[in-house]
């Protein structure tokens, strides 16, 4: 076995060696699905955290890799999981009797699970490395050539972690996370040829964001809305929709560019932002620190939101996961609410030609593991007026995201396969297999449920996923459930009908069980997914 020396005093070079381990270990990680190794789950969320406290519960979304423990079907599969406050026995559990044909006893002892009991808002990631007794302790527990370590996201932070568990980061290098902002991704788009929005370059202060919507405008005249972005935002949140139409006497020609970038300006308090309790004091205040980008609003009667995932793996190669089609909400449709798998027939195909041109550009400036891209896609005629979906690239996420665990949780569950020629996942039997799912599944009367509580429901109503016929619901976020009344889940089905069928049998039952705790008849704080599924 190769061995670096860690004395050294470049880090870089001690990274660049732990991931040329990555190339040497594929091939029997990826093999015969029994893979003798060690796999450190990080799910730490190391996004911006003041723009992370948007989202309700958001400490509890380590538990959306949770999903990693169904690698415990593979025999000799040992996994590290790492969470800021010790997950409910039965949460574990519940996982663990997913797996078919593994004793629940010999999984639990493959598993390993530490916590660092600090539920303050760091990331995950700086609360280990402010640890170094458990970094021991964790390194204690691995084989050092037999070991990788996976993450929600990658930042200087699991590289750190990684240099210090001296194994190897499955991620982006951190130095290419540029490429996974929304400044960066259309400059990926231009590169590619992939269409996309006209729009501006990042800006760094609300004085040059002005400048840039001027311009747009002036390019567009007849454009109705605009987008602006923080440039490192995230699921929607740190959007904000600028209706020009509510701007008068803008007109070509009857106004001078400074006063346009004017009014333009004074508008910008008056924008229609995302997040929930959201102003221009604070959103302008992050853009000197996240940047900002401003991008024409795409319009459309019929619009849907696709998405095409992909990873690059250690040879360099580009591999398309999965399309889905997004469910969004907010005030303008702006938020990842939950998603339909597979993306709609009439342009899954042409989201994967568009998703490997974009993975391959990647890979050349040398990004690893995920990446997803997400679309604006428009009804609209085509040159000779026949009808046709218009694809339009809106940002590229160099990480996993919020349809990465429930197509994992297919993929682990059913080990089936995914066919590039249909865009279709199929079990090992040939089935087709189609989900729903959410991370905003969330009722006020659901609020002080125990995890215990829905273990109850779940048995007493048989919502659970069946193993025998690989259909049903795998349930997480759990620990968002008792304060914030908020539920993941995954529906696995057969058919499009028979996922909306189950996922509308999970909320008609949850609703039952807690009418008691219910206000009244109508939940206002509630988040339910749209029953269209599109095709």
Not at 171 to 179: G, I, K, T, V
Not at 270 to 275: I, N, R, Y
């Amino acid at each position: 076995m190769q061995v670096v020396d860690f004395s050294v005093d470049s880090h870089g070079e001690k990274f660049r060696f732990l991931q040329d381990q990555l190339r040497d270990r594929w091939q029997s990680i990826e093999g015969a699905n029994l893979g003798d190794y060690d796999i450190v789950v990080i799910p730490s969320v190391s996004l911006d955290q003041h723009e992370l406290q948007k989202i309700e519960g958001f400490l509890n979304y380590e538990e959306r890799l949770l999903f990693s423990l169904i690698r415990l079907r593979n025999p000799r599969t040992r996994v590290i999981f790492v969470t800021s406050q010790p997950l409910p026995p039965i949460v574990i559990d519940y996982y663990l009797q997913l797996l078919p044909g593994i004793p629940f006893s010999h999984a639990r002892d493959r598993l390993m699970l530490f916590s660092v009991y600090d539920s303050s808002p760091k990331p995950l990631t700086q609360k280990i490395l402010e640890r170094p007794r458990l970094i021991q302790r964790i390194r204690q527990g691995l084989r050092p050539d037999k070991s990788f370590m996976i993450c929600y996201n990658s930042t200087q932070l699991e590289k750190d972690l990684s240099l210090q568990l001296r194994v190897p980061l499955l991620a982006a290098d951190p130095d290419l996370l540029y490429w996974g902002s929304k400044s960066g991704s259309r400059q990926i788009f231009a590169e590619c040829g992939v269409p996309h929005p006209d729009g501006s370059e990042m800006v760094e202060n609300a004085e040059d964001l002005a400048e840039a919507a001027a311009e747009l405008w002036e390019r567009q005249p007849n454009l109705k809305r605009m987008v602006v972005k923080l440039n490192e935002g995230f699921s929607g949140e740190g959007n904000a929709i600028l209706d020009l139409r509510e701007i008068p006497n803008m007109t070509p020609g009857n106004v001078s560019h400074q006063a346009r970038v004017k009014a333009i300006s004074d508008r910008f308090n008056s924008m229609s932002f995302q997040a929930k309790n959201e102003t221009w004091s604070n959103f302008s205040s992050r853009i000197p620190e996240l940047g900002a980008i401003v991008e024409a609003f795409i319009e459309g009667e019929r619009k849907h939101s696709p998405s095409v995932q992909g990873r690059i793996t250690p040879s360099g190669e580009v591999e398309i996961l999965s399309t889905h089609d997004q469910i969004l909400g907010g005030s303008e449709g702006q938020i990842y609410l939950g998603c339909y798998f597979p993306a709609q027939e009439s342009y899954r195909l042409r989201l994967q030609e568009l998703g490997v041109k974009v993975g391959r550009n990647l890979a050349e400036k040398g990004a690893l593991e995920r990446f997803g891209v997400d679309f604006i896609a428009v009804h609209q005629p085509d040159a000779k007026g026949k009808p046709e979906w218009n694809l339009q690239a809106i940002e590229i996420n160099l990480r996993k995201g919020g349809t990465t665990h429930p197509f994992m949780t297919l993929k682990f569950l059913t080990t089936g396969r995914y066919d590039m020629a249909t865009g279709l996942f199929y079990s090992q039997q040939g089935c087709p297999k189609y989900y729903m799912a959410t991370d905003n599944l969330q009722k006020e009367r659901y609020r002080g449920l125990l995890p215990n509580d829905l273990m109850d429901i779940i048995a007493d109503h048989r919502l659970h996923f069946d193993t025998s016929t690989e259909t049903g619901t795998v349930f997480h976020l759990m620990g968002c459930l008792s304060e914030f009344g908020k539920l993941g889940l995954t529906c696995i089905a057969n058919s499009p009908q028979q996922a909306k069928d189950i996922y509308n049998q999970v909320v008609n039952v949850l609703d039952d069980e807690t009418k008691e705790t219910a206000i009244d008849s109508h939940d206002s704080s509630s988040h339910c997914l749209p029953m269209t599924w599109h095709e």
